[in-house]
C-alpha cells in the first residue's frame, strides 16, 4: 500500500480513498452538526429536523462563515475530527506519507455548499492552499460529511503540484496551460481526498438546495520543519511515534535516574488518551 499510495501521490499530487470511514461515524458526524444547529436556532429545540431546514433557520441569525466555524468546533470538541483521522485505513494512509507524529489545524471551519450561492469565498476559484499559508510540509483531507448525487464535489488538476508555487493575483492563478489534466473528484460518504498544498483545486457547486457538507483538514507531522504559516495556527497532537511516546515516558530532557521505576501508572499511549477519553 505504501509504495502504491506515494507513487500516485507523486505523481498526480492527490489521491482518492473510497470506503475508509465507518458509516456509522458519519451517521455521528450528521448527528452531532444537527445538534449544534439546533442549539443555535431561533426556534425551541425540535426533534427530526432535516439540515436542510436547521441550515437555513440557522443562516437566518448568522452568516454562514460563523456556522461553518462553529460546526467545525463541535466536530473537534466531540472527536470527530481524531476519530476520523485514527480511522485505520486513514491512519495508515497518513502516516506512510508523513510518519507517526501527527497533529492536525483545530482552527478550520467546515466546506458548506448551497444552491445558487456564488461568493468567491464559498465558491472557491482554482487556488493552492499554499496561498493561504500552508506548508510543503503538511497534507490537506477533504472529507465529505453530507453529499449526495449532483450535489457536486471538487475539482483538481492532476499532476499541478510539480509546478511549484503558481503566480497568482486576487486568489486566483493569472493564468494555467491550456492543456491542464482537469478532474472532478468521484467521492462518496465514507471517503476522503489527499491533496499537496500545491494541488490546484477549486469548488463544484452544488444544484441541489440542501447543503453539500465536507471537512477540510490540514494534517501535519510536528517534527518536520515549519514551511508555510503553521506556527500562527493552533495545531492538536492525535498520534506518536516510539520515539515520542519514549520521550514521554522519560518525562524530561534531563532523562532523570529512575524517574518511572516502581510506577503504577499505565497505557500512555492508548487511543482513548489520545482521544481525551
Given at each position: ?140 483531507l477533504w472529507v465529505p460529511i453530507n453529499l449526495k448525487n449532483k450535489m457536486g464535489t471538487i475539482e483538481v488538476i492532476k499532476e499541478s503540484h510539480k509546478w511549484g508555487h503558481i503566480p497568482h493575483q486576487n486568489r486566483e492563478p493569472i493564468t494555467l496551460p491550456a492543456d ?71 518525562g524530561n530532557p534531563n532523562f532523570s535516574p529512575y524517574r518511572t521505576f516502581n510506577s503504577k501508572r499505565k497505557d500512555f499511549f492508548s487511543k482513548e488518551k489520545i482521544l481525551g477519553k
Open positions: 500500500m505504501k509504495n502504491n499510495l506515494e507513487e500516485k501521490f507523486l505523481e498526480n499530487g492527490y489521491v482518492i480513498l473510497n470506503n475508509v470511514i465507518d458509516k456509522n461515524l458519519i451517521k455521528k458526524s450528521k448527528s452531532i452538526i444537527a445538534s449544534s444547529l439546533n442549539n443555535h436556532t431561533n426556534k425551541k429545540k425540535l426533534k427530526n429536523e432535516s439540515l436542510e431546514k436547521l441550515f437555513y433557520d440557522v443562516r437566518k441569525k448568522y452568516s454562514q462563515h460563523e456556522v461553518q466555524v462553529f460546526l467545525a468546533k463541535s466536530l473537534v470538541n466531540n472527536n470527530i475530527i481524531q476519530n476520523i483521522l485514527l480511522q485505520d485505513k486513514v491512519h495508515k494512509a497518513i502516516s506512510n506519507l508523513l510518519g507517526n507524529d501527527l497533529e492536525f489545524a483545530t482552527q478550520f471551519e467546515l466546506a458548506i455548499n448551497v444552491k445558487n450561492v456564488n461568493d468567491e469565498y464559498l465558491v472557491k476559484k482554482y487556488h493552492q492552499e499554499f496561498w493561504s499559508g500552508v506548508g510543503i510540509n503538511t497534507l490537506l491542464s489534466k482537469k478532474i472532478i473528484v468521484k467521492a462518496d460518504e465514507g471517503s476522503l481526498v489527499l491533496m499537496s498544498a500545491f494541488t490546484i483545486h477549486k469548488t463544484v457547486p452544488n444544484i441541489l438546495s440542501e447543503p453539500r457538507i465536507a471537512i477540510p483538514l490540514t494534517v501535519r507531522n510536528f517534527y518536520y520543519p515549519t514551511t508555510g504559516n503553521e506556527d500562527m495556527w493552533s495545531f492538536e497532537k492525535y498520534n506518536y511515534s516510539f520515539y515520542t511516546k519514549f520521550r514521554k515516558i522519560l
